[in-house]
């Protein structure tokens, strides 16, 4: 891999190499360093991973999403930049009628917004399909993204229960109307997903996955939660917890407003315009670095 990294970086002749991690990242960004070509990295996470770890002593910035990021890196080389996300979420008070209009919701009942990711997560999707009784008997509309692969099974466990205050779909396109919609958020604690949610700012329980390298889901939920910025469940408490404590934040109005307050002071805006100004900087540091 470094043979071949190294042929990428003779034939391409960069000005600057930038990393976001994990082991596909690591040959190139050796290679690169090695011929004196200027790196910057972008660690996702609150817990750094092995690689970024690796490159940090040659790369010269490394941008971060989370603050305290001093414990792995040098500390003159960071930038609390934020990850890349999507932004378009200013004005999700005003989209809300249209929300509830195109996932066929009702005004006046509580909307808790499932999030699964594309694939969808089992754990998440078993806890809501086990608790439908309970949102249905409290009166909570469900917007449930489940997932390509669990999408069939969740959808006969509605139909068989014969829930009608559950929206059940596979993928959602329009991410902001899903936003707009929810009163609470239900999601896993990857790392883009994460900072979309501080932009979004609406009170969030976040769910880890334990099928992540080094457990950095619940090193970035805690992150939040020690802000008091969202709520935790743990994946193998999910079954038994999730639901109800959902249903508990729905009914804590105080609550929900003090986790949505502070989870918008997390939110770091565009983050991708302020790395790619840090790029920027450095071929202009440097003045080209392509080296043969």
């Known amino acids: ?151 069939d099974r969740m959808r006969e466990v509605v139909e068989a229960k014969g829930a009608t205050g559950v929206r059940v779909t596979a993928f959602i396109t329009r991410m902001d109307l899903a936003y707009a919609a929810a009163d609470v958020i239900i999601s896993r604690a990857g790392a883009g997903t994460i900072s979309e949610l501080t932009l979004v700012g609406k009170p969030v329980i976040l769910v880890p996955s334990p099928n992540v390298a080094e457990d950095h889901q619940t090193h970035n939920a805690m992150a939040l939660v020690n802000r008091g910025a969202a709520l935790l469940v743990k994946d193998p408490d999910a079954e038994a917890t999730l639901i109800p404590a959902a249903l508990e934040l729905l009914d804590d109005t105080a609550k929900r407003s003090s986790l949505s307050e502070n989870l918008k002071k997390m939110a770091i805006r565009d983050a991708d315009e302020v790395i790619a100004r840090e790029v920027l900087k450095l071929v202009k540091k440097h003045g080209g670095s392509r080296q043969e």
Request: with cysteine; proline share 5%; hydrophobic share 40%.
């Open 1 to 151: 891999s470094m043979v071949k990294a190294g042929r990428i970086i003779r034939q391409f002749g960069p000005d600057v190499v930038v990393g976001v991690g994990g082991y596909a990242s690591g040959p190139v960004l050796k290679q690169a360093q090695q011929r004196h070509i200027p790196t910057l990295l972008q660690e996702q996470n609150s817990y750094a991973g092995v690689t970024n770890k690796l490159l940090a002593k040659k790369a010269e910035r490394i941008c971060v999403a989370y603050e305290g990021m001093e414990k792995y890196f040098p500390a003159g080389k960071i930038l609390l930049t934020g990850n890349p996300v999507r932004q378009a979420y200013d004005n999700l008070a005003g989209l809300r009628d249209e929300a509830l209009q195109h996932f066929c919701l009702k005004p006046g009942a509580p909307v808790l917004l499932v999030l699964g990711g594309s694939l969808g997560a089992g754990t998440v999707n078993s806890s809501v399909g086990g608790g439908i009784g309970l949102t249905e008997a409290a009166g909570v509309q469900v917007l449930w993204q489940t997932g390509s692969h669990y999408y």
